[in-house]
């Protein structure tokens, strides 16, 4: 049974940077698309940005482009997802989360994601 635990979050000026990790366990993850997911208080859950099981499709939302950069290290199955430029609307408590059924590339449906970590807060403020 996979298992996810993101880490790396925290409280940081606008401006700053963070990484975030997303780390798994009881099964490896080269065979999974991950997504990276994140949700503030009162509004839906939105898709940051994934990568492909290779790690040659990426994807990002449009409010992150430019800023955020994801990338996976399958000999330690560990996702990342490096933060720059953060705002104060980046606030969120941030998901990584995976599934084996995305063949090829990702997407930033999270519905289509079968496995999830228990999320980690990131708060952007002055």
Not at 37 to 42: C, D, M, N, S, Y
Not at 51 to 65: A, E, M, T, W
Not at 71 to 78: L, Q, Y
Not at 99 to 110: E, H, I, S, T
Request: aromatic letters at 8%.
């Amino acid at each position: 049974q996979l298992q996810l635990v993101e880490s790396g979050g925290g409280l940081v000026q606008p401006g700053g940077s963070l990484r975030l990790s997303c780390a798994a366990s009881g099964n490896t993850l080269n065979y999974h698309a991950i997504g990276w997911f994140r949700q503030a208080p009162g509004k839906e859950r939105e898709g940051v940005s994934c990568i492909s099981r290779s790690g040659s499709s990426l994807r990002y939302g449009d409010s992150v482009k430019g800023r955020f950069a994801i990338s996976r290290d399958n000999a330690k199955n560990t996702v990342y997802l490096q933060m720059n430029s953060l705002k104060p609307e980046d606030t969120a408590v941030y998901y990584c989360a995976a599934d084996v059924r995305l063949l090829a590339g990702c997407v930033l449906q999270f519905h289509e994601y079968e496995s999830w970590g228990q999320g980690t807060q990131v708060t952007v403020s002055s």
